[in-house]
C-alpha cells in the first residue's frame, strides 16, 4: 500500500505561479513512476505530467509544456509540479498518482493504470 498526500494548492491569478507537493508513504518510492492528473470541473481526470521512478525521464501533456516542471525527491519520497504562467484553464483538482504498470524508466503514466491516488489538491486561477 501506498499511501499519497497533496498540498499547496491555492487560489492564485493569472500569471502566477504555484507549487504543488505530494508526500508518499509505504512502499519504496523510487519503485514507481508517478503522476500528476488533473480533474477540471464538468471535466474527466487527465494526465498531465510524469516522471519515472529514476526522475531520468518526464514526459508532459502538451497543454502543460512548457509551463509546468515535475520532479522528485526519492530521498524524501515528494513528487512536486512547478506550475508557471498559469492560466484559467489550468483550474482543477491536480491529484498525485504512483503507478508501476509503467514499462521501465517510462513516465508515461496511463489513468487506468494507476495503482495508487491521492485525495487531490485544488488549484484555481482566477482572471
Known amino acids: 500500500q501506498v499511501h499519497l498526500v497533496e498540498s499547496g494548492g491555492g487560489l492564485v491569478q493569472a500569471g502566477d505561479s504555484l507549487r504543488v507537493s505530494c508526500v508518499a508513504s509505504?512502499?519504496?518510492?523510487?519503485?514507481?513512476?508517478m503522476g500528476w492528473f488533473r480533474q477540471a470541473p464538468g471535466k474527466e481526470r487527465e494526465f498531465a505530467a510524469g516522471?519515472?521512478?529514476?526522475?531520468?525521464?518526464?514526459y508532459y501533456a502538451d497543454s502543460v509544456k512548457g509551463r509546468f516542471t515535475i520532479s522528485r525527491d526519492n530521498a524524501k519520497n515528494t513528487v512536486y509540479l512547478q506550475m508557471n504562467s498559469l492560466k484559467p484553464e489550468d483550474t482543477a483538482v491536480y491529484y498525485c498518482?504512483?503507478?508501476?504498470?509503467?514499462?521501465?524508466?517510462?513516465?508515461?503514466?496511463?489513468?487506468?493504470?494507476?495503482?495508487?491516488w491521492g485525495k487531490g489538491t485544488l488549484v484555481t486561477v482566477s482572471s
Open positions: 498518482a504512483a503507478s508501476n504498470n509503467v514499462a521501465t524508466n517510462s513516465a508515461r503514466l496511463d489513468i487506468s493504470g494507476v495503482n495508487y
Open positions: 516522471i519515472s521512478g529514476s526522475g531520468g525521464t518526464i
Open positions: 509505504g512502499r519504496t518510492f523510487s519503485d514507481y513512476a
